[in-house]
């Protein structure tokens, strides 16, 4: 689902053609990045948790993660959504705002969505579940788990309808390739600019 509401928002972003956009996709992308995409890693793998062979998790190589909330006053979150945006605005020839204080006060427009960590189910969990003799017990946990599934796939449904109406606006660029420009890019390249 994750992956249609970006679809989604992207192809929106060809349709409107619209920095404001440039800049939302990219604060979302923050967001999901360095901060939720971390509190959900943690919540999969707290700080005691050991793998197979009974070693910690977090030892080695692994450094335990931070989640890095997004503060408009941190100048370098203000320049990674600054550079995300344009680098999306100059793929589909969309004017710039180079303005630093204009993308602090439309980040500071943007809602950040509540985000609730799911639980992966871990072995325990599951000897838990299938060890669970009160029939009354094992109807509920089933009841609430096809309730889980019935409103994701309602949510997908909804995605998928403002897909097909999305794609439908964008059908014209099949013949219009001149909206996107490609940049070649090289990482030890110091000097390159767009």
């Not at 956009?21 to 990045?33: G, M, R, S």
């Not at 796939?153 to 909206?179: P, W």
Request: charged share 35%; hydrophobic share 35%; net charge positive.
């Amino acid at each position: 689902m994750k992956e249609l509401e970006k679809i989604i928002k992207y192809s929106k972003l060809i349709i409107d053609r619209n920095f404001d956009d440039c800049l939302e996709i990219a604060f979302n992308e923050y967001i999901d990045k360095y901060n939720n995409d971390i509190i959900q890693i943690l919540t999969n793998n707290p700080l005691d948790t050991l793998n197979e062979d009974g070693t910690k998790f977090w030892s080695a190589n692994k450094r335990v993660l931070i989640p890095l909330p997004f503060d408009s006053n941190n100048e370098l979150n203000i320049l990674y959504i600054k550079k995300y945006a344009e680098i999306l605005a100059n793929s589909i020839s969309i004017q710039i705002i180079d303005d630093n204080n204009y993308i602090k006060l439309k980040c500071k427009d943007f809602k950040i969505e509540e985000f609730t960590p799911i639980k992966t189910k871990t072995k325990k969990k599951n000897r838990y579940l299938n060890n669970v003799d009160n029939i009354e017990d094992k109807k509920l946990l089933k009841k609430k788990r096809a309730e889980e599934i019935e409103a994701r796939l309602k949510k997908q449904k909804e995605l998928f309808k403002q897909l097909k109406q999305t794609a439908d606006k964008i059908h014209f660029l099949e013949n219009n390739q001149e909206f996107f420009k490609i940049f070649e890019f090289e990482k030890d390249n110091d000097s390159w600019s767009y």
